[in-house]
């Protein structure tokens, strides 16, 4: 039988007015790669801070035992001398700083005074190679890409002689390609004795690669599903998860489809900072009233480039084509002018561009059209009081109070916050960039709901995202983009997962001409 390295017994956490974990209990075997699943705010994140010190001890009820010792972590440096080391969703990396200065930043090779260069960037590119990445230890962050530095995170994991890798939701704002060579790491560190555990919302990620899989509900601890004895199939888990089952992921629609909204004819943008890249190249696309329309493509396709740049030229230099809305040939030169012109963008940035986490859920409900709560440029509380618990009952926002701080909501909850923000503006196009990136998935079917209700009231809806089962699930019409430019254009009723990839990788058509 194999050792238990982790057990977490009991484990009570209560915020003010909030319990989030009512008596959660969880074993984790050596050498195994363990699922922590559940809703958004079913207190996955919450319990491993709890392990991991962040919420310290004596601030939460229960024990943790590890390696045998009860443990009582007063920080993350502590959890960290005994081998628990824990990536969180949002890298905490240093762009201007080397990969082999982040991966031992508060861990310096050397001395007290003086640090060990050539120690430190020896190391560095060992664990590089551990991890499978080929850049130099001198490159800086700001360099590589987003899937890279996840491996730079879990090569600094290893740097700190980690036993137990914490990943929270490390796969979110990665491709297709960077996920499947993620898990794939993680199965070679599980090879190496590597113990890890992984929280996502991915589902077919969480099949891979777990050994056993324990859900949360509602901060208490469901079942836990093991590889070798039960039979674990998506719909098993999200039964657990949402306390139902979900016989469709999507929504069904109705289309009622009608006159071209907005046109977009020969489009280009240009890096901001390099001017001689082109970001955005020769784009053109259209939505219709009542429509969703979805752009495909992989990370770094240009995708939010276009989006942005559309939006009141909030990204880009040197843009030039042609915008119009309603059959007329707009110029919109700012956000102002995009939001006067019912033009939105929901950006997939929630927490660092779409909302202000410090502020409390009412003051960001009416962020986008502050007009419509002030009277002689002094906002009317009430009033603006009143649109937030609208938009929460309209939304079905979980918050005890639209006082509450956005920052203490859930991802799914922040996310419908955002949606009511600028729905509030009462656009008729919205943009929607990676809607559902890191919720679950029965907060994801709601807001597909949000979506269909937006669509069925004539609005038009053109919706970025890098999964392919939630564009053919939701759209009507399906772009696809790559390297800047339009590749393809699909129906939704025949498009596929492999079309819209031979799309993408230059292949479709050849099939037949060969």
Known sequence: MAKILLEMKNITK??????????????VEEG????????????????MNVLSGIYPYGTYEGDIIYDGEVCKFNTIKDSEEKGIVIIHQELALIPYMTIGENMFLGNERGHKYKINWNETNARAAELLKTVGLHEGPQTLIKDIGVGKQQLVEIAKALAKNAKLLILDEPTAS????????????????????????????KLNE????????????????????????????????????????????????????????MEVKHWNVYHPLYSERKVVDDVSLNVRRGEVVGISGLMGAGRTELAMSLFGKSYGDNI????YI??????????????????????????????????PIKINTTLSNLDAVSSHTVIDKDKEYNVAVDYKEKLKTKCPTVEQNVGNLSGGNQQKVLLAKWMFADPDILILDEPTRGIDVGAKYEIYCIINHLVAEGKSVIMISSELPEILGMCDRIYIMNEGKMVGELAGSEATQELIMSHILGTAGKEQTA
């Open 206 to 261: 969480v099949s891979y690669v777990a050994d056993k899989i324990t859900v949360i509900r509602d901060g208490s601890t469901i079942e836990t599903l093991d590889k070798k004895v039960d039979e674990i199939s998506e719909g098993r888990i999200i039964k657990g998860m949402v306390g139902r089952e979900i016989s469709d992921r999507f929504p069904k629609r109705e289309p009622h489809i009608g006159d071209i909204r």
């Open 320 to 323: 030039s084509g042609e915008l």
């Open 326 to 359: 309603n059959g007329k040939e707009v110029h919109l030169n700012n956000v102002q002018e995009a939001i006067k012109n019912k033009l939105a963008y929901v950006t997939e940035d929630r927490k660092g561009n779409g909302l202000i986490l410090s502020n």
């Open 32 to 47: 195994e790669i363990h699922a922590l699943v559940g809703e958004n705010g079913a207190g996955k994140s919450t319990l």
């Open 174 to 201: 990665l491709n297709e390609t960077d996920s499947k060579a993620l898990l794939d790491l993680m199965l070679q560190l599980k090879e190496q004795g590597m113990t890890s555990i992984i929280i996502s919302h």
């Open 14 to 27: 209560t915020f003010p007015g909030v319990k989030a974990l009512d008596n959660v209990n969880l074993q």
